[in-house]
């Protein structure tokens, strides 16, 4: 704590950022441009704030940390299910850049005068793209959803993957023995077989531990009800992670993706998300300014043709093979130049590998030097590429993108808002409007919401999932959420975003099953009903009448049957993931119990209840005979 050379530098960055990323958003350029100027701004060739102390070192590899924090929030919202729909473009697209990229910028290196073996190697490097780059700006500019952003991302994925074999591959084309460091837990000094067994066993713990142990470590941090403890836990969830994979030679941010994969499908993914996203955008923007802060610009200005020549060079060659990829794989229009001016660039993966290979002599610290001023270069031009492009990149341009729509306007306030109004919420909305209550209703589906105006209700275009819409709809001054909507996960999300932002709010909802239904339980959610909970028991009822049983104990007993589905659902929920063999006792307990709940009732063996009122429309149906 005696030094504050760490602290000073952390302070002239958040300063940088806080001064150049407002004026690049202002000036359209996006954060990305913004943060990359304060880097060289701040660096040691202009301003020479930071740059060459230990304290700016440790800054940078913090900042490498919002890369793999990144990466474990991409994971989240795959699942595997998901990634394995993906594993056609991920292979196909993914493998056909790197071998097509990394054989012609080889021998372009080849050409420049560097051994073909290394300059194969160094063409495989420059195949690389910077995945923070990329998905940070597609995001910012809302194209990470169209079909040249699916495309980007199953190709920056590949690219990670492809980070192991390229490390595994430098110490063999070394000239000199790797310089030592005072890395004692590295699993670099292993054999070949040997290492690979130390990344199957890492990987395997990531997935196992991910399945099997997280969800209970969440679950008994979510019970403390302390926020800012399942915060830390997130963070060192990742943080942890990712040192698990420095140790085994592995891509930190490729571990902690598959970490995320793992856990798309916990309940506690949406709070992980929440937690974890400011950490993500602040660490990225210390990553970009870092990279800034790294371009000689005594290099650059040394030989500005020679620079020029070859960053020029190496974007055209990039750009050509990514371009004649699109029209090779036939990507859907408008998705090949977003493609193209998006992964043309050099990726940060560059500066470790090149680092790698000076230490091992396989490139000297002049060729080092220029290969990374093309990188950080072209790293640089890649938000004015996609500026410049925005015309060809339009999201309408795309047939695989979602139309886009304006949410409707709502001009009426209500005590109620009802999300959702297809086959489940049209009779909540019609039985609310019945009693006198005008509810807001927000539906995503535009063709479902003409249709039900054409047959007078009054129905709101408007995705319940967004924070903008729900303050639209009054949420602020609203008592109750129902939510009807169909998909488990946009009710998951509704639930975590509502209950985040408007805590007062009541919130009644549909579960699509029983394993979603005490997940919901679990989050505090106390009006949860299973989707076919109410039908069930109305063919359940009539089932007892077709019985001989009378309409009063038929409908006493599908009643008394509710009650005790609602207490069982209530006493599991809080053992849901904490105690398995707990679970399945109070199951089996309840089970037995039920039939003898039922003979205690007085109206069951036919008292003078049991016929006390027969509804009008009862049918005339004969008993059936058993």
């Not at 073909?116 to 495989?124: D, N, P, Q, V, W």
């Not at 060192?236 to 990712?242: R, S």
């Not at 290979?357 to 030097?369: E, N, P, R, V």
Request: aromatic share 8%; hydrophobic share 50%.
């Amino acid at each position: 704590m005696s030094d504050p050379g760490f602290f000073q530098s952390a302070l002239v960055y958040l300063t940088a950022a806080v001064i150049s990323v407002p004026i690049a958003k202002r000036l359209g350029l996006g954060s990305v441009l913004g943060y990359l100027v304060a880097g060289v701004g701040i660096g040691p060739h202009v301003l020479g704030l930071v740059g060459g102390s230990s304290s700016s070192s440790e800054v940078m590899h913090i900042a490498e940390s919002g890369v793999v924090v990144m990466l474990f929030l991409i994971g989240l919202e795959l699942k595997i299910s998901a990634l394995w729909r993906m594993r056609g473009t991920l292979l196909g697209l993914g493998g056909s850049q790197m071998l097509a990229c990394g054989i012609i910028l080889g021998v372009g290196v080849w050409l420049w005068g560097i051994e073909l073996k290394s300059a194969l190697l160094i063409g495989f490097i420059l195949a690389l793209s910077s995945t923070a780059i990329v998905l940070q700006t597609l995001r910012e500019k809302s194209l990470h959803a169209t079909a040249g952003g699916r495309h980007a991302f199953a190709t920056l994925l590949f690219q990670d993957i492809a980070v192991i074999p390229l490390l595994a591959i430098l110490p063999l084309l070394a000239s000199t023995p790797a310089i030592a460091t005072n890395d004692i837990h590295s699993a670099s000094h292993l054999s070949g077989a040997m290492q690979g067994i130390a990344i199957c066993a890492a990987i395997a713990s990531v997935v196992l531990a991910g399945r099997w142990l997280l969800p209970f470590l969440f679950s008994y941090i979510a019970n403390a009800g302390l926020r800012e403890i399942f915060t830390a836990t997130a963070l060192l969830l990742v943080l942890a992670i990712g040192g698990l994979m420095s140790l085994v030679g592995l891509s930190p941010a490729l571990g902690a993706f598959v970490a995320g994969v793992v856990l798309a499908s916990s309940p506690y993914r949406h709070e992980l998300e929440g937690d974890l996203e400011p950490f993500k955008g602040l660490l990225l923007g210390l990553f970009f300014i870092s990279v800034g802060a790294s371009m000689d610009l005594q290099l650059i200005l040394k030989d500005p043709l020679g620079i020029t020549l070859l960053l020029a060079g190496f974007v055209l060659i990039k750009g050509s093979v990514l371009a004649a990829l699109g029209k090779l794989f036939h990507f859907a229009p408008g998705a090949t130049p977003l493609y193209t001016l998006s992964m043309f660039q050099g990726g940060e993966f560059a500066f470790v590998l090149f680092s790698q290979a000076t230490s091992l002599g396989i490139l000297t610290l002049d060729q080092s030097a220029r290969f990374n001023a093309i990188v950080a270069l072209s790293m640089a031009l890649t938000p004015l590429a996609l500026l410049a492009g925005r015309n060809w990149l339009k999201p309408p341009a795309d047939p695989d993108a979602t139309p886009h729509r304006e949410a409707d306007a709502i001009e009426h306030s209500s005590p109620v808002i009802l999300a959702g109004f297809g086959r489940y919420g049209n009779y909540v909305g019609r039985l609310l409007r019945s009693q006198g209550f005008r509810p807001v209703v927000l539906e995503t589906d535009a063709e479902h919401v003409e249709l039900t105006r054409r047959l007078g209700f009054e129905v709101h275009y408007g995705d319940a999932t967004r924070l903008d819409i729900l303050h639209a709809a009054g949420a602020q001054h609203a008592k109750l959420l129902v939510i009807a909507i169909s998909d488990e996960e946009t009710i998951d999300l509704l639930v975590a975003t509502a209950r985040r932002h408007f805590p007062h709010l009541e919130i009644v909802t549909r579960a699509t099953g029983m394993d979603h239904r005490l997940r919901l339980i679990q989050q505090g959610v106390h009006h949860v009903f299973h989707e076919l909970a109410g039908s069930a028991l109305d063919a359940g009822t009539q089932t007892l009448r077709l019985l001989g049983i009378p309409a009063y104990p038929a409908e006493r007993a599908a009643r008394k049957f509710r009650r005790w589905d609602i207490e069982s659902a209530r006493d599991l929920a809080p053992i849901r993931l904490q105690d398995e063999s707990a679970y399945f006792a109070i199951i089996r307990e309840r089970v037995a119990n039920l039939e003898s709940l039922f003979r205690s009732d007085p109206t069951h063996e036919g008292s003078a209840d049991a016929k006390a009122w027969q509804p009008p429309s009862a049918p005339k149906t004969p008993p059936v005979q058993t």
